[in-house]
């Protein structure tokens, strides 16, 4: 999943960079999309490539060197669109005023930039082992929850904005879906970024106020799935239709085949198939040993107790027991019957039974029992735990003071 996402997420880059380096009747224009995709693209290569494997615990002075510019990304799009809306050439002095908030977020992190090595590079730590905790620690004096939560915002007004400014300058064009509109870039564009930036706001909605589980699975895996098609879909059509794109015809274009189509080819092409052949029979063999398996998965569950790690992924049970994801997705399915957020809830709510039973709420309450077995939330305990127990914790714990009298 990682590697596909950098893969697209490559590719858009280098389209990104096309538009803005692009010569053509769309020059600024698409120069600006261009930087607005690019800020975008960016950040979610530097989360897959700096982030998700750990380069950042090596690196500590790169923590945070993007953050500004994802605040650059709303701005520019709307320039775009107004621009492309109202013929307008460059930027007027008052549009600058746009980037303030990408201003005060970098002057903000200036302390953070001069902390020494050694801090930055626990938080980087701590960030690795907790993916969560990127949304939450690193922060300047403004906490970095807060730049999160106001980009998203910024971004869902801006977009509700352009949607506003081209209902208001040309009435017609929303009110019905025609094929010509599937040849103007300016529709495509919008449709597209819309689909980005709303999923992208529906993703952190989930993670700050959903279910505890990791990015791979549930309304999140959905949100980042629909968002990788809308770069996906903008990768293709920038490849597909440059003479609409750039703004100048190309002549007698040869019809493109799946494997010469930038971003499409390496999927659909058959050394990608005989790959995947080979990654079937694989993993049919590696089930084969499923009892050794199933030995350093439950070590790492009932010995190490690794489910007590918030916000733990599948990604990293796989590297605590060297099984492949894929595998230990499927080992999970088979052997226990559920997926890995349930499996990792039970064993948290077997715990807290256990630390029940010992009758810990009268030294914590339900909030501290919750992080005490792994879990981010109260509700996200109490719902787990009625889920499989029938019963509330408190309840339970009331019935086994009952039963031990």
């Known amino acids: 999943m990682n590697l596909l996402c ?15 380096f692009k010569t053509g009747n769309q020059l600024l224009k698409n120069r600006m999309l261009g930087i607005s995709l690019l800020c975008y693209n960016i950040s979610l290569l530097v989360y897959f490539l700096w982030i998700d494997t750990g380069f950042i615990v090596d690196h500590p002075h790169l923590l945070r ?22 013929n307008k050439t460059d930027l007027t002095k008052k549009d600058y005023l746009h980037f303030l908030p990408a201003v005060i977020h970098f002057v903000d992190l200036i302390p953070f930039y001069l902390m020494p090595v050694l801090e930055k590079q626990a938080i980087a730590r701590m960030i690795f082992l907790n993916k969560d905790l990127l949304n939450y620690i690193g922060s300047g004096f403004i906490p970095i929850s807060a730049h999160y939560l106001l980009r998203l915002v910024i971004q869902l007004g801006y977009l509700i904005y352009c949607v506003y400014l081209l209902n208001k300058l040309q009435p017609q064009f929303l009110k019905s879906i025609q094929k010509a509109q599937l040849k103007n870039w300016l529709f495509i564009s ?35 799935a629909i968002a990788f098609l809308g770069i996906l879909f903008l990768n293709a059509y920038i490849n597909f239709n440059p003479e609409l794109v750039h703004g100048y015809q190309i002549l007698s274009p040869a019809p493109a085949t799946k494997d010469e189509i930038p971003g499409i080819g390496e999927i659909s092409s058959p050394s990608m198939k005989q790959e995947n052949q080979g990654l079937s029979e694989a993993l049919e063999l590696e089930i084969k040993d499923a009892d050794e398996l199933m030995e350093k998965l439950r070590y790492a569950l009932e010995e190490e107790k690794i489910f ?9 049970l796989a590297k605590n027991t060297a099984i492949p994801p894929k595998i230990l997705s499927v080992l999970i399915n088979r052997k226990f019957k559920t997926n890995f957020n349930e499996l990792i ?11 029940l039973d010992q009758q810990i709420l009268e030294r914590y309450s339900i909030e ?8 981010n939330s109260r509700i996200t305990f109490f719902n787990a735990f009625k889920k499989k127990m029938g019963l509330s914790p408190k309840e339970y714990a009331k019935m086994q003071l009952t039963l031990a009298d």
């Open 6 to 20: 950098v893969i697209l997420l490559s590719l858009s880059t280098v389209n990104s960079l096309t538009l803005i």
């Open 65 to 86: 060197s993007i953050s500004p510019l994802i605040y650059l990304n709303a701005p520019f799009f709307f320039f775009y669109i107004r621009n492309s809306l109202t």
């Open 190 to 224: 919008l449709s597209a970024m819309g689909t980005i930036m709303i999923s992208n706001f529906c993703f952190m909605l989930f993670t700050y106020f959903g279910e505890n589980q990791d990015q791979y699975s549930g309304p999140k895996f959905i949100c980042s």
């Open 308 to 316: 007590l790690n918030k916000g733990i992924t599948i990604l990293e």
């Open 345 to 355: 809830n039970n064993y948290r709510v077997d715990y807290a039974k256990e630390l």
């Open 368 to 375: 501290g029992l919750a992080s005490m077995v792994g879990f």
